[in-house]
């Protein structure tokens, strides 16, 4: 995990540790619903710079380690994966909307 990374002008280890909570931590997250949104991370992600380093979840929200170089634009990267990966898992999993349906009421 230790490995140092450089470009022309600059020596940078940069991990970052980001957690992602469903709205009103609905209980919604499953193995492969976590499976496939790490999918979606790891085809979005090396468009910006960016490396996985770990991901964990539970039912409610999802933990992921990262690293970065120092010009990525982490802001763009996070709105663009949010974006995706809710737009294609409630597309390939209709029950999550079930879910948040049933417990909003």
């Given at each position: ?27 919604v ?58 737009r ?8 999550i ?9």
């Amino acid at each position: 995990m230790e490995k140092i990374d450089h470009n022309a002008h600059s020596v940078y280890l940069m991990y970052y540790h980001l957690i992602m909570v469903v709205k009103y931590r609905r209980k919604v997250i499953e193995n492969p619903i976590s499976e496939r949104a790490k999918e979606i991370w790891e085809h979005i992600a090396p468009r910006y710079g960016i490396v996985l380093e770990e991901w964990n979840h539970d039912i409610d929200h999802v933990h992921v380690m990262f690293r970065a170089q120092p010009r990525t634009e982490l802001s763009k990267f996070i709105n663009a994966y949010k974006s995706a990966s809710s737009r294609l898992l409630k597309k390939e999993y209709p029950e999550i909307r079930e879910k948040l349906w049933k417990e909003a009421f």
